[in-house]
């Protein structure tokens, strides 16, 4: 009977120590920012990474107040990648990167409708968590003028050719 009882105990110590290391979720939200040298709003195959870029992970209530819950900041690398820790369940909340600041005075101008990325923090979500990552779509700014070979590259795409 001490013997079911001790293996009982151990067994409810093991499960409480499991659920106190589970309480804690960390993620990483991975994304990419860059620089629409074509001025489309999309990224094309003579998009420029940029480096040095900032965003911010917010995440905020989904009862429409604009109490931000969470955030934190970061800068992209050479590549143009950004990898942001995110503490804690977000599953109650609208978490989103959004753009700060270009470091490159000819490609600062945010897109109109997409200058923020959507993202699921939570381990209750369907969401396999495998690796703990959680992807962003890409962001991008755009350049000032668009460069010569822009045509080219969207007559390949086939968007109408560009007025000139």
Do not use: W
Not at 55 to 62: A, D, I, P, S
Not at 63 to 78: F, L
Not at 120 to 130: E, K, P
């Amino acid at each position: 009977m001490a013997k079911a009882i001790a293996l009982i105990v151990s067994a409810l110590c093991i499960l409480a120590i499991a659920d106190f290391a589970h309480a804690h979720e960390q993620y990483h939200v991975q994304g990419q920012i860059y620089c629409d040298t074509c001025r489309v709003q999309f990224a094309t195959r003579i998009a420029e990474p940029i480096e040095g870029a900032a965003v911010r992970l917010e995440c905020r209530k989904r009862d429409g107040s604009e109490n931000v819950t969470y955030s934190v900041e970061g800068v992209t690398d050479a590549e143009g990648l950004y990898h942001l820790p995110v503490e804690g369940e977000h599953e109650d909340e609208i978490c989103e990167v959004i753009l700060v600041k270009s470091p490159r005075e000819d490609c600062s101008e945010q897109m109109d409708e997409f200058n923020r990325a959507r993202v699921v923090c939570s381990s209750n979500s369907g969401i396999d968590n495998a690796g703990q990552v959680r992807y962003a779509n890409a962001l991008g700014f755009m350049i000032k003028e668009a460069l010569p070979g822009c045509k080219q590259v969207l007559d390949e795409l086939g968007f109408f050719p560009l007025h000139e």
